[in-house]
């Protein structure tokens, strides 16, 4: 089973994938990397994951980090001492692709300069997540595997500060601070992945062979992929279905089922088109309703109205089985909710998702307005006795998609899930 997200991100992947996780053995992470932030509620605890699958909160879940993911050894290592220091038992239980690229601190720090720099700010974290799939694109990034081989080691992370202060002077800026003190470092905390180090792709369909459930979970959104999203504001991987083959290893016919998730109005954080955008007061009015805050930045997410042109689109790329919908008690005291059926273009009504992304810019979205339900829904447990116009919300989402709602999200906690 493979978990996406089918918006800008933040669609609240983490708490799906930490409530399927109680059903699966194996979690596996296939693209990203610290860039992505899950949040997720046991209990009265509240934990933000940034690399470790969320599936490390459920005892005795072996946890992977796929060859697609791009990761910092520094931030997992804080990461891993965290969990372990807040009661979680995490050893033996995580692994690391050898294939896994390793995000350096001179991809950070260039990262950084790029996106001060460069006319067309793309919005991007600063993590360095860019530079490293650029290094791994052109074939001189530094991966897991490497690791035991200082030799080899010493000579990529030569030619890649060397690299990187070429590409920061060509944009008229400088690598900041002292990089040789900050790749020492990273190195130290790099040495320790090697403890972590296996085959995820063997693993992955070893548990299969045994009869073991696997459940694979992505960061960011459809509307981040590289190929089908936002371009050029978008992350720099596979985020939709298809790079969960890829990035972990395994055949797509391994894959069973494709579980989409969108929260029941649409944010994005970062640069780039949002057609269904709020007005200022409503748009502030929503962000505190929902805590609208990026887990890894802070940054304020825009928020708006369910986009179905997108819903709809991330459908088809992904090949949705099913879709888990979020946050819909965040709607519970509108009188009015809308849905954008379509977009109003120059070149006439659009149905579909715009190819081109200056075009969504220009598009204007096609209201659907539904009434509200002006109740709590916090509380309920069931899809009957949910409010009969919330239902009938959901049946929309359902019918504009083209795709069954199979769980809905109506709070924080893991127990306020409604299985349909």
């Known amino acids: 089973m493979v978990v996406v997200g089918c918006q800008w991100g933040d669609e609240g992947k983490g708490k799906i994938v930490d409530v399927l996780a109680g059903d699966v053995h194996v979690v596996a992470r296939y693209q990203g990397g610290a860039n992505a932030g899950h949040t997720v509620h046991a209990g009265d605890d509240e934990f933000i994951l940034h690399q470790i699958p969320s599936g490390i909160l459920h005892p005795g879940k072996r946890c992977l980090l796929g060859n697609g993911v791009v990761l910092d050894a520094i931030e997992f290592g804080k990461e891993y001492d965290e969990l372990e220091a807040r009661g979680i038992a995490v050893e033996g239980r995580v692994g690391v692709s050898q294939k896994a690229h390793l995000v350096m601190p001179y991809h950070r720090l260039l990262d950084q300069v790029s996106e001060d720099r460069v006319e067309q700010k793309i919005g991007t974290t600063g993590r360095g997540i860019g530079p490293t799939y650029e290094g791994k694109a052109g074939r001189r990034g530094l991966r897991v595997s490497d690791l035991a081989h200082p030799d080899r080691v010493t000579s990529l992370v030569e030619e890649g500060v060397a690299r990187a202060r070429r590409r920061a002077a060509a944009l008229g800026g400088e690598l900041p601070g002292d990089v040789p003190a900050m790749v020492d ?21 070893q548990s299969i062979r045994d009869g073991k459930r696997v459940l694979l979970e992505g960061a960011q959104g459809t509307a981040l992929d590289l190929d089908h999203g936002t371009y050029p504001f978008v992350t720099s991987s596979s985020t939709t279905a298809g790079g969960a083959a890829t990035g972990s290893g395994i055949g797509p016919t391994v894959i069973d089922a494709v579980v989409g998730v969108v929260k ?20 502030e009015k929503l962000r505190e309703l929902g805590g609208e805050f990026g887990a890894t930045t802070g940054r304020p997410r825009r928020c708006g109205w369910f986009d179905a042109v997108l819903a709809r689109y991330a459908a088809r790329v992904n090949g949705l089985t099913g879709l888990a919908v979020t946050k819909l008690d965040v709607l519970d005291t509108l009188p009015e909710i809308s849905i954008a059926t379509a977009y109003r273009t120059p070149e006439g009504e659009a149905r579909e998702f715009p190819a081109d992304t200056w075009q969504l810019g220009e598009a204007e979205p096609i209201y659907e307005t539904l009434p509200g339900w002006e109740a709590p829904t916090g509380d309920v447990r069931k899809l009957a006795d949910l409010p009969a116009t919330a239902r009938r919300y959901l049946d929309r989402i359902e019918e504009l998609t083209e795709t069954p709602v199979q769980m809905v999200s109506v709070g924080t906690r893991r127990k306020q899930i409604i299985r349909v």
């Open 264 to 283: 029941a109005y649409t944010t994005r954080v970062g640069n780039g088109p949002l057609p269904t955008a709020f007005e200022p007061d409503m748009d």
């Open 185 to 205: 470092e990273a190195l130290a905390a790099g040495e320790r992945l090697r403890e972590f180090a296996t085959d995820t792709g063997l693993e992955i369909v």
